[in-house]
């Protein structure tokens, strides 16, 4: 072959690398902050949820059927210390002080962090302790783990 085909050739294969790699740079700037969970996900999470109120509200059915009336409030306020969930980021995610997209974020964090939930609310988020404080992070994203 003579040399001014192979430099044709290599001159072409430059410029679909250079090409290349402006497109992958392109979608890297333009790629969302956080991945949102799948709705398989959060629908688990959901079903989990429920099982949870299903699970208190028995507790709580069988406690005051069993128990005399004077011991009841000293093993309900030991229960919710310990009833206090395990949670963990499904994938990097902001803390907020409120339960809003709107609110100030606390912190962000990666994916795999564990913090203690104390509720899971009605309108999509969850109430966690975070650094020893109140704090909410987007039901979406928290993975319900066992003590």
């Not at 005399?68 to 002080?97: M, W, Y």
């Amino acid at each position: 072959m003579k040399k001014t085909t192979i430099n044709n050739i290599l001159t072409g294969v430059i410029a679909i690398l250079c090409v290349s790699i402006v497109f992958l740079i392109f979608c890297i700037a333009k790629r969302p902050p956080y991945t949102e969970a799948s709705e398989i996900e959060a629908s688990t999470i959901a079903e989990i949820t429920d099982d949870l109120d299903i699970v208190t509200e028995a507790s709580e059915i069988s406690e005051n059927s069993i128990e005399p009336s004077g011991a009841t409030a000293s093993s309900e306020e030991a229960d919710d210390e310990s009833a206090l969930l395990q949670g963990k980021t499904s994938t990097r995610v902001n803390i907020r002080d409120n339960p809003t997209e709107d609110a100030k974020v606390l912190d962000t964090v990666e994916e795999g962090t564990t913090f203690e939930i104390v509720e899971i609310l009605d309108n999509g988020w969850t109430h966690i302790i975070y650094d020893d404080n109140d704090a909410y992070i987007s039901s979406s994203y928290v993975i319900i783990i066992n003590n």
